[in-house]
């Protein structure tokens, strides 16, 4: 069974095209996230929603919207896309609110290459 | 910013041996967790540690954080081939921060059979 599912898991593209990335979670968790892990393997958050809402909005760019339509899903729309978006984004998810405790769950990951 | 500091970057080391990874910061930190992330696959948790000056063992991995939670360390035992992957500490500030994760830059791992 999977947990936290990524489509896809590769993503191949020019610069300039738009793009999306699904996240599906069936763990009944309320809080989803997005991650960017660059060529270093540094890992940064980028978004989280809590029950559907934005709650942790991190210096992206405008060109990056994520959008939740419901607790179990967490997509990411890039517009515009450039040679520095290139990177595995990560999806992830947890239950509790904002414990400090909470175990957070990730995706497989999707590798993004923008040529 | 709260910022994580973890060295080394690259540990390459032979089936046996002793290893310590270290994770600093000059903040504070509610809690801080050690993560393991294989090639091709997302990060797992491998602890929580939540009190300053906490231990916690499993198997051959013992984590420690420090006395100010400012700092923490995870050691490994007689490191096995299966221990290769990268390692990430990530602080959690609590308090208003809903959670956000910082993360260390990850020691990558390899252990030599």
């Known amino acids: 069974d999977t947990a936290v599912s990524q489509t896809p898991k590769y993503l191949v593209t020019q610069m300039g095209n738009d793009k999306s990335i699904k996240c599906e979670q069936n763990l009944g968790h309320d809080t989803m996230y997005w991650y960017k892990q660059d060529s270093k393997k540094f890992l940064k958050i980028m978004f989280s929603?809590?029950?559907?809402?934005?709650?942790i909005n991190e210096t992206v760019p405008n060109r990056f919207s994520p959008k939740s339509p419901d607790k179990a899903h967490l997509n990411l729309h890039i517009n515009s896309l450039e040679l520095g978006d290139s990177a595995v984004y990560f999806c992830?998810?947890?239950?509790?609110?904002?414990?400090?405790?909470?175990?957070?769950?990730f995706g497989p990951g999707t590798r993004l290459l923008v040529l | 910013t709260q910022l994580l500091e973890q060295s080394p970057q690259f540990l390459s080391i032979q089936e046996g041996e002793n290893l310590t990874v270290y994770c600093n910061s000059s903040s504070v930190f509610s809690s801080l967790q050690w993560y393991r992330q294989e090639p091709g696959e997302g990060p797992v948790l491998l602890v929580t540690?939540?009190?300053?000056?906490e231990v916690k063992k499993l198997k051959r991995l013992t984590f420690q954080f420090g006395d100010a939670r400012k700092d923490s360390s995870l050691h490994i035992t007689a490191a096995q081939p299966g221990d290769t992957g990268l390692y990430l500490c990530?602080?959690?500030?609590?308090?208003?921060?809903?959670?956000?994760?910082?993360f260390g830059q990850g020691t990558i791992l390899t252990v030599h059979p």
């Open positions: 929603y809590n029950n559907k809402e934005l709650i």
């Open positions: 990530a602080g959690n500030a609590g308090g208003t921060s809903y959670g956000k994760l910082t």
């Open positions: 992830a998810s947890s239950q509790g609110g904002t414990g400090i405790k909470r175990t957070q769950y």
């Open positions: 540690v939540v009190t300053g000056g």
